[in-house]
Nanobody
Framework: QVQLEEHGGGSVQPGGSLTLSCTAVAQYFSVYNLAWYRQGLGKQRELVAKIRSNMNTDYDDSVKGRFTISRNNQENVLYLHMNDLKPDDTAQYFC??????????WGRGTQVTVSS
């Protein structure tokens, strides 16, 4: 069982920055593939960025060059550093942990609002 909790959401002007964190209560945190998803109002949930257990990363094209995903396996924390934020980045952001054997787990989300 994994418990995930997101932190760091808020309101920011276009061009601003935010860092999200996701703290985990979990055994074997390092074996999970971790990801950030987001869901805008009236939209489907979409993958933003992923960092695998081997530390390889993937990003959605819309955030490449602006967002950076990272993890601290010693402290059981996942991060999303977001720069040059745009109004289209406005969404609820969710932390995800996935392992083929141990299962898939979600946090409850944190709201990010980008507006002037």
């Amino acid at each position: 069982q994994v418990q995930l909790e997101e932190h760091g959401g808020g309101s920011v002007q276009p061009g601003g920055s935010l860092t999200l964190s996701c703290t985990a209560v979990a055994q074997y945190f390092s074996v999970y593939n971790l990801a950030w998803y987001r869901q805008g109002l009236g939209k489907q949930r979409e993958l933003v960025a992923k960092i695998r257990s081997n530390m390889n990363t993937d990003y959605d094209d819309s955030v490449k060059g602006r967002f950076t995903i990272s993890r601290n396996n010693q402290e059981n924390v996942l991060y999303l550093h977001m720069n040059d934020l745009k109004p289209d980045d406005t969404a609820q952001y969710f932390c995800n942990a996935e392992n083929n054997v141990l299962g898939t787990f979600w946090g409850r989300g944190t709201q990010v609002t980008v507006s002037s």
